[in-house]
């Protein structure tokens, strides 16, 4: 694409940092893993921070560290990213699906009460697209019923509720670095938590269920491979230097957006200042207007590429994938509404002015010529 959807923006001193590792002994569970625990861990306010090879495997052994197992029913969005609900089904507790709000495309708080039964026992709330959850009212939730929370800050690293940084703020949280994300290291995870214990057990679980303090190769639990390298870490560790800049960045590119795209009534834009919330700008995700048909959305996007502009339709809902399509119960019409007329706009940190000029034209070219 000449305008990608994505695009990683990593420093020659990034690549020096990389390639000075390959140089040492230490490959893995070295200096660097801890370095970039501890960055992440004061970055964010968590006591702990435990680097792992994904997202998703962070998501993982945050349900099987809380000790959330079968029959286990735990709130989660279906308008989100489908390692959600695996993370839940992989220690055979129940993904239960809830709907979210049509403005924050967050889960709403109203309807995750409504859904909690005698057996819920966690509320997996997902950051999405970088802008935080209503936090207090999930946490309040969560504590009038018992529930433990899990904060998916895969697309939010840097975002803050009320002043604080977003992920430590529940039981448990997990940030993403997928090379589409805000700061990349290639593959990786992280994982944050105000519990000692809590992140002990994560840390052995990471490495095959290890005992820290235990002999050499006792293994008090059924843990994975779930380490990630010091090569990793290295790029890591760089990249959180220059996070608040990237920040930056990618908020003037959403700024950007909107300036050009706001006059539009056909589209609805995403939220660009919410009160007692900052945004860490993961992706910029415009929705059609309610006589666009997903058809037409189609056709925009597929056209959109013949153009050289790559966009995304993000999400799918995970409740209609055949893998979760079997539960009948599902009632979720802002899910199933939004992820029908979504468009990810291109967006990476050094998107330029002239380029955004190019998608803003082009979309709403494509919109007016969209056959019925
Ligand atoms: C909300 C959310 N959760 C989890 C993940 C999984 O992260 P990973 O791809 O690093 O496994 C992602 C990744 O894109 C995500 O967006």
């Known amino acids: 694409m000449r305008i990608p959807l994505s695009s990683p923006d990593i420093t020659e001193s990034e690549i020096h940092a990389v390639t000075d590792v390959l140089r040492t002994p230490r490959l893995s569970l070295g200096p660097k893993l801890e370095e ?5 861990a004061e970055y964010t306010g968590a006591a702990h921070a435990i680097a792992v090879n994904s997202g998703t495997s962070g998501l993982h052994l945050c349900i099987r560290a809380l000790r959330l197992g079968e029959g286990d029913e735990v709130i989660v969005p279906s308008f989100a990213f489908v390692a959600v609900a ?3 089904r992989y220690e055979r507790a129940i993904p ?3 709907d979210v709000d049509p403005e924050t495309l967050n889960l709403d708080p109203a309807k995750v009460e409504a859904a909690i039964t005698p057996r819920s026992r966690a509320i997996l709330v997902v950051h999405t697209f970088g802008c935080p959850a209503d936090l207090s009212s999930i946490l309040s939730i969560a504590q009038r019923h018992g529930l433990l929370v899990i904060e998916d800050a895969c697309e939010a690293i840097g975002a803050e509720y009320q002043g604080r940084k977003v992920g430590p703020l529940g039981d448990a949280g997990v940030f993403g670095f997928y090379p589409n994300k805000q700061i990349t290291t290639g593959e990786g995870g992280m994982i944050v938590t105000q519990s000692a214990e809590l992140a002990a057990l994560a840390r052995a679980l990471r490495n095959q269920g290890r005992s820290e303090s235990g002999e050499w190769l006792e293994h008090g639990e059924m843990g994975y491979n779930y380490r990630v390298s010091e090569i990793n870490c290295a790029l890591g560790i760089e990249q959180m230097k ?11 590119v959403a700024r950007g957006y909107h300036r050009r795209l706001s006059g539009n009534p ?20 415009v929705r059609l207007g309610a006589h666009f048909t997903q058809r037409q959305r189609d056709w925009i996007w597929k056209e959109m590429a013949s153009c050289g502009i790559g966009c995304g339709r ?4 995970i409740h209609l994938q055949p893998i979760y399509a079997s539960d009948p119960r599902h009632d979720l019409p802002n899910t199933e509404w939004s992820a029908g007329r979504t468009l990810a706009l291109p967006f990476f940190n050094n998107l330029r002015e002239s380029e955004i000029d190019e998608v803003c034209q082009t ?3 494509l919109m007016k010529a969209a056959p019925d």
């Open 314 to 317: 993000y999400f799918a809902p």
């Open 36 to 40: 970039f625990q501890n960055a992440v």
């Open 266 to 285: 056909e589209l609805k834009l995403p939220p660009v200042d919410v009160p007692g919330r900052r945004i860490s700008w993961f992706v910029y995700v």
């Open 86 to 88: 695996n993370a839940v």
């Open 96 to 98: 239960v699906f809830v």
């Open 363 to 365: 979309l709403q070219e």
């Open 242 to 252: 220059r996070l608040e800049s990237i920040l930056k960045k990618r908020d003037s």
